[in-house]
């Protein structure tokens, strides 16, 4: 191994992501086997870094606690955390969803957010068929630094969202809803054309896209916080 990268034959891990980044590097699990799995954290630990796995399957989750390596599996957002816990970014991401069924992509998010340092805030279930939901927990919401909106079937919350608070709103349409929402096509087109300002939009289901994105949005903040102190 180098400082560069590791090369694993199979894979080239990248181990200078944090240093151009500041998020350090993940892993998308589908696709490889456990063992390919096992090897590419343990190379990891070898050069002392973190490590996220997105997209994770309970079995390879049991066969990397099987490994012996301490990784901590939520099945629920399929993310597998390995390493230290982050230096704190110091913002707050409030992750909102329409509803329960779009609870999975946003806990990718909320669980991406928090292992990249993070202060997260999670807001379920206050899509627009009850607004009042939302309405009643818009204080919380606005004391975040970045809103993340989490929605299928039309994806109108994104664009509410975006009308309502200062912070930047990072949309993500989900493939959930009836035939015509074209397994997520229709909230991704809606969130596109939608007319409220500050709001920018990520591929369907792409939790961890956003949490990157808000992640990097605050620690530009705290760099130019840094700069003037």
Do not use: W
Not at 6 to 16: E, K, M, N, Q
Not at 98 to 116: K, W
Not at 166 to 195: D, E, I, K, R
Request: hydrophobic share 50%; proline share 5%.
């Amino acid at each position: 191994m180098n400082d560069a990268d590791a090369d694993l034959g199979f894979a080239r891990l990248d181990l200078s992501r944090p240093r151009r980044t500041g998020l350090g590097e993940t892993v998308f699990c589908p696709g490889k086997t456990a063992p390919q799995l096992i090897e590419i954290l343990r190379a990891f630990r070898e050069s002392g870094q973190r490590v996220l796995g997105t997209r994770c399957s309970p079995e390879q989750a049991a066969a990397v606690a099987e490994a012996g390596l301490p990784a901590v599996y939520d099945a629920t957002s399929r993310t597998l955390a390995f390493g230290a816990p982050a230096e704190p970014l110091g913002g707050r991401v409030a992750v909102l969803t329409g509803g329960t069924a779009d609870v999975p992509v946003a806990e990718e998010a909320a669980r991406t957010a928090a292992f990249f340092g993070a202060e997260v805030a999670r807001c379920y279930d206050v899509g627009v068929a009850g607004l009042h939901r939302l309405l009643s927990r818009l204080d919380e919401v606005r004391a975040a630094d970045v809103v993340i909106v989490v929605a299928g079937m039309e994806g109108a919350l994104g664009s509410v969202v975006a009308g309502l608070v200062a912070a930047p709103v990072v949309a993500v349409p989900t493939s959930v809803g009836y035939g015509a929402a074209f397994a997520g096509l229709a909230p991704l087109l809606s969130m596109l054309n939608a007319c409220a300002e500050g709001l920018a939009v990520v591929n369907i289901d792409n939790g961890f896209g956003a949490a990157v994105m808000a992640c990097r949005i605050l620690r530009v903040s705290q760099r130019k916080a840094s700069r003037n102190g």
